[in-house]
């Protein structure tokens, strides 16, 4: 096509001219990029057609293709009962964080929980086409999951020992309802934030659980001492039980060794009375004696007493030096 020579615009020329126009603009807007994290959607005159991985890609311009990008590798979270400062995401902060901490428990007593529901989208089709807003619907199903859970036990539960099982129940009950509704998410976890009575009854609250730990304190303080004080009882009864079956051991055994001997002296004597009888005097005599230590044995006549004590032995005398 060639510019006329004479001073007007061929109409040809200028039509083409703005097709070309057109049609380089429907290029440029033709073209796009899928991030590493995501997939593109793609919907032809509205209908689904499929979807494109990350990277730079192009789609039939002028309406007739469109293309959301889903981040299916994200992990994407809801916060209830608080907020995050700054956040992005309409869908994670909590719009009205008092209504939704205020929970009944089952024994009729209040609790203030603040939890997180961590989740991501596992099929882009189902989360666009099936819901018409699934992070709200998402979102009102964690509530109602979690004062149900909450609902079904104690204060003392969800305030103490009962988080653990509170995040397990709410989890799988949650994701039963998911997979349920065919919402395209995945729920990777539910956590418990914060935790405590409402504001007029803490510290009451405070102090039961001081109480309570002043309680087990003394407790295992006390089975401290049992089991300090029981095991050196036990030991030192079963050193005096044995002491006292030795004891009994030795005194069977010597009575045992005393009847022998005498069945066999008995035995002696009956053979020769006599000089059995002249033995075991003399026997005895000779243990008997040396613990008497030096004896003087006087007559009743005897007239004096002193002349005698030349007798006895005289103690040798220490050598001066």
């Known amino acids: 096509?060639?510019?006329?020579?004479?001073?007007?615009?061929?109409?040809?020329?200028?039509?083409?001219?703005?097709?070309?126009?057109?049609?380089?603009?429907?290029?440029?807007r033709g073209v796009y990029t899928v991030g590493p994290e995501s997939v593109g959607v793609i919907q032809r005159f509205g209908r689904f057609v499929g979807t494109v991985g990350p990277g730079?890609?192009?789609?039939?311009?002028?309406?007739?293709?469109?293309?959301?990008?889903?981040?299916?590798?994200?992990?994407?979270?809801?916060?209830?009962g608080f907020g995050t400062p700054g956040a992005n995401d309409f869908s994670q902060v909590s719009r009205q964080p008092g209504l939704e901490s205020d929970m009944v428990t089952g024994d009729l007593n209040a609790a203030h929980v603040e939890w997180v529901v961590q989740y991501e989208i596992s099929d882009p089709e189902a989360y666009l086409f099936n819901m018409r807003?699934?992070?709200?619907?998402?979102?009102?199903?964690?509530?109602?999951?979690?004062?149900?859970?909450?609902?079904?036990?104690?204060?003392?539960?969800?305030?103490?020992?009962?988080?653990?099982?509170?995040e397990t129940d709410s989890m799988s009950r949650l994701t039963a309802l998911v997979q349920e509704l065919s919402m395209g998410l995945k729920v990777q976890q539910v956590q418990l934030k914060n935790v405590h009575p409402p504001t007029p009854v803490q510290s009451s609250f405070d102090e039961v659980n001081r109480a309570q730990q002043e309680r087990e304190q003394m407790i295992n303080q006390a089975n401290g001492e049992?089991?300090?004080?029981?095991?050196?009882?036990?030991?030192?009864a079963q050193k005096l039980l044995s002491e006292a079956e030795g004891y009994a051991v030795r005194r069977v055994n010597e009575a045992e060794g005393d009847v022998a001997r005498f069945r066999a002296l008995l035995t002696q004597y009956d053979k020769a009375p006599a000089v059995t009888r002249q033995r075991l005097y003399l026997e005895s005599m000779a243990d008997l004696i040396p613990r008497l230590g030096?004896?003087?044995?006087?007559?009743?006549?005897?007239?004096?007493?002193?002349?005698?004590?030349?007798?006895?032995?005289?103690?040798?005398?220490?050598?001066?030096p």
């Open 56 to 80: 730079l890609r192009f789609k039939l311009p002028f309406g007739i293709d469109t293309v959301t990008i889903v981040p299916v590798k994200r992990q994407l979270k809801m916060e209830f």
């Open 226 to 236: 049992y089991n300090k004080v029981v095991p050196r009882a036990s030991g030192e």
């Open 133 to 166: 807003e699934p992070a709200a619907t998402l979102r009102d199903l964690a509530e109602s999951v979690m004062r149900e859970v909450v609902g079904d036990r104690t204060v003392d539960e969800v305030l103490t020992i009962g988080r653990q099982g509170i």
């Open 294 to 320: 030096g004896k003087i044995i006087l007559d009743s006549s005897a007239p004096q007493f002193l002349p005698l004590m030349n007798l006895t032995t005289p103690q040798p005398q220490r050598k001066a």
């Open 1 to 28: 096509m060639t510019l006329p020579r004479g001073g007007s615009l061929d109409p040809r020329w200028i039509g083409g001219l703005a097709l070309l126009v057109l049609l380089a603009a429907g290029l440029a």
